[in-house]
C-alpha cells in the first residue's frame, strides 16, 4: 500500500515520472528545469503540499515519453494545472512560482539564477563546479550527463565562489523561505574528488545563513575528505552509484566505473559513521539497464549499511549519447519502490527523519510514497495463520 499524493497514488506517480507528460499550453510552462545536474527537463508540481518533478515528453523524444497517455495544462482561469491520462482528468496540482532571489544579481553584475537554483518548492540547488573531467571525452563521460551543456547555453557560471554562494544562500532563505542546500559538483582532476570546494562552499554559506546543507561529489581517494566535510558543516553526503552493476557502470560510465564499487562501500561505511544512518545517501538510475533483482539486492544492502537508495527513474536528456534510450517500466519501478520503501521505514530512514539532501526533498522519485511499515495483520487473519502453521 502506498501513500496518496494528492489524488495520485504511488504506483500511478511512479507512471507518471517515468513516461512524462506533453505540456498542452504552448507558452505557459512557467518554472521548469532545462538541462544542467539533477532533474532537467522537468517541471515541479505541488499535490496538496507534495512537490514532485515530471518530466516533460517532446516530440524528440524516445518512444515511451512521446507516447506518453500522460498531458497537462494550466487553467488559466483557477491557475491550477489538470493532469489528464488517455484525456480523463486524474489530478490536479499547483506549480511553484518564480522566487523571489531569481530577481536579484551579485554586485559584479551576476544573475542570482546563475548561482543557484530552485528544485522542488523549497531547495535551493547549486553545481559548484559546472566543469567535470570526465565530460569532453566519450571514452569517460557518463553516457546520460548534460552537466557543461547549461554552461554553454550560458544559463550558469563555471564555478560559483564560497562568497557568491553565501550571498545566494542568504537571499533565498529570507525571501523564499529556503529550507536546505544541495551542493553538487563536476569532478576536478585531484583526488579530492570535489570535496576541496564543497568544503570551502559549506564554511562559506554556514557562516552567512543556518540551513542544512547536503553535499554531493565521488568518493574521495582518501577518507581524510569525508572527515573535513563534516567538520566543515555538512549534514549529509551523497555519493551516486547511478548504476550498480559493473556491467552497466563501465557500459555507460566508464570514467566514473574507474572508481570501483568497493571504494564507494569503504567511502559509505566511514561517511554513515560520520553523518549518521540515511545522511548518506546515493542515486540510482533505474532504466540503465541494471534488472529488477540488481536494483533490489543492491538497495537492501544499502539500507542494511544505513544508506538511503535514492532510486530515480532514468530520464534521457536531449543532446547526451542517451537521448533516444528508453525510460523505465512504470510497474517495475512501482515493484522496486514496494520492498525498498517498508525497509526503509523499517530501518528509521525515511525521507522525513533526514536531515538534508535529495532523498529529503524526494521530488524526484515516487519513493518516499512507499516509506511505509506494512500495515499490522488483522487479528481474524493473524491467528487463522497461526492455526494453520
Ligand atoms: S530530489 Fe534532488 S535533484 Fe530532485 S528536485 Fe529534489 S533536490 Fe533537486
Known amino acids: 500500500m502506498t501513500q496518496k499524493t494528492g489524488q495520485l497514488s504511488g504506483a500511478q506517480l511512479s507512471q507518471l515520472q517515468s513516461r512524462g507528460m506533453h505540456w498542452l499550453n504552448s507558452d505557459a510552462l512557467g518554472l521548469a528545469r532545462n538541462g544542467g545536474a539533477g532533474p532537467t527537463d522537468h517541471k515541479a508540481l505541488s499535490f496538496d503540499g507534495d512537490t514532485t518533478m515530471i518530466p516533460i515528453a517532446k516530440h524528440q523524444d524516445s518512444g515511451q515519453q512521446r507516447s506518453s497517455p500522460f498531458s497537462a495544462k494550466l487553467d488559466q482561469h483557477s491557475g491550477e494545472v489538470m493532469i489528464f491520462d488517455q484525456g480523463n482528468l486524474i489530478a490536479k496540482a499547483t506549480a511553484p512560482g518564480t522566487p523571489r532571489f531569481y530577481a536579484l544579481s551579485t554586485a559584479e553584475g551576476v544573475p ?10 523549497d531547495v535551493l540547488a547549486t553545481t559548484v563546479m559546472q566543469t567535470c573531467v570526465r565530460y569532453r571525452n566519450r571514452d569517460t563521460s557518463c553516457q546520460f550527463c548534460a552537466i557543461e551543456e547549461s554552461l554553454a547555453a550560458g544559463k550558469t557560471i563555471a564555478h560559483k565562489s564560497p562568497a557568491q554562494l553565501a550571498e545566494v544562500a542568504k537571499a533565498a532563505v529570507e525571501l523564499d523561505g529556503i529550507s536546505q542546500m544541495i551542493m553538487t559538483t563536476g569532478t576536478p582532476q585531484s583526488n579530492d574528488r570535489g570535496a576541496a570546494v564543497l568544503v570551502a562552499s559549506v564554511i562559506a554559506v554556514k557562516a552567512a545563513v543556518g540551513i542544512p546543507i547536503q553535499v554531493q561529489c565521488e568518493p574521495p581517494a582518501d577518507d581524510i575528505w569525508l572527515h573535513r566535510l563534516k567538520a566543515a558543516g555538512a549534514d549529509a553526503l551523497g555519493m551516486h552509484l547511478e548504476a550498480v552493476s559493473d ?39 533505474a532504466g540503465l ?38 525510460t523505465p517500466d512504470g510497474a517495475m519501478l512501482d515493484r522496486i519502490f514496494s520492498v525498498l520503501g517498508p525497509a526503509l521505514a523499517a530501518s528509521g530512514m525515511t525521507s522525513s527523519q533526514l536531515k538534508a539532501g535529495c532523498a529529503k526533498c524526494g521530488a524526484c522519485s515516487s519513493l518516499k510514497q512507499y516509506e511505509q511499515t506494512p500495515a499490522p495483520m488483522p487479528l481474524a487473519n493473524h491467528a487463522e495463520e497461526t492455526a494453520h502453521a
Open 112 to 121: 542570482y539564477s546563475k548561482i543557484a537554483t530552485l528544485h522542488s518548492k
Open 289 to 326: 539497464g541494471d534488472t529488477e533483482d540488481e536494483i533490489l539486492a543492491m538497495g537492501l544492502k544499502l539500507i542494511d549499511m544505513g544508506v538511503y537508495p535514492f532510486v530515480v527513474p532514468f530520464v534521457p536528456v536531449a543532446g547526451t549519447p542517451l537521448q533516444n534510450h528508453p
Open 247 to 285: 556491467r552497466v557502470r563501465k557500459a555507460i560510465m566508464p570514467g566514473k566505473a574507474s572508481v570501483p564499487l568497493s571504494r564507494y562501500m569503504s567511502a559509505f561505511k566511514t561517511a554513515v559513521a560520520l553523518f549518521g544512518r540515511g545522511n548518506v545517501s546515493t542515486y540510482i538510475l
